[in-house]
Each structure stands twice: as C-alpha cells, then as structure tokens.
C-alpha cells in the first residue's frame, strides 16, 4: 500500500486535539477591524471546534494528522 498525500492546504487550516478533534481558526480577522467591536475581535481570535459533520472529510485531508 503506498503512503497517503496529506491535503497542504487542510494541513495549514486544522490541527488535531488530543481528543482526537480538530481545531479551526476563526475567519473575519484579516481586515476592516475598525468597524468591529473590540469584544467581536476578541472572541475571534480564538480558535474553534469544526462540525462533527465534517470531521470525516477532514480526518481524510489529514491520514497523519
């Protein structure tokens, strides 16, 4: 069986959790800040937990993951 390719562009966007979950970052921080509350821009800056409905497409971006 040969090796899998890890998907580059999954393997920039999620890291796997201890749990076995994958992490995501927030969008809407690249620019126009000044119009965002500073609690908007707080929150965002946090990473978040993707959709268990999506877990399985990108356990198969991420085989090493």
Not at 21 to 32: A, E, L, N, P
Request: hydrophobic share 35%; glycine share 10%; no cysteine.
């Amino acid at each position: 069986m040969p090796k899998l390719k890890t998907h580059s562009g999954a393997a920039k966007r999620f890291k796997k959790t201890a749990s076995g979950k994958f992490k995501r970052g927030q969008s809407k921080m690249r620019h126009i800040l000044t119009s965002k509350a500073t609690k908007t821009k707080r929150k965002l800056g946090g990473g978040a937990l993707i959709s268990v409905a999506d877990n399985p497409k990108v356990a198969r971006m991420l085989p090493y993951a």
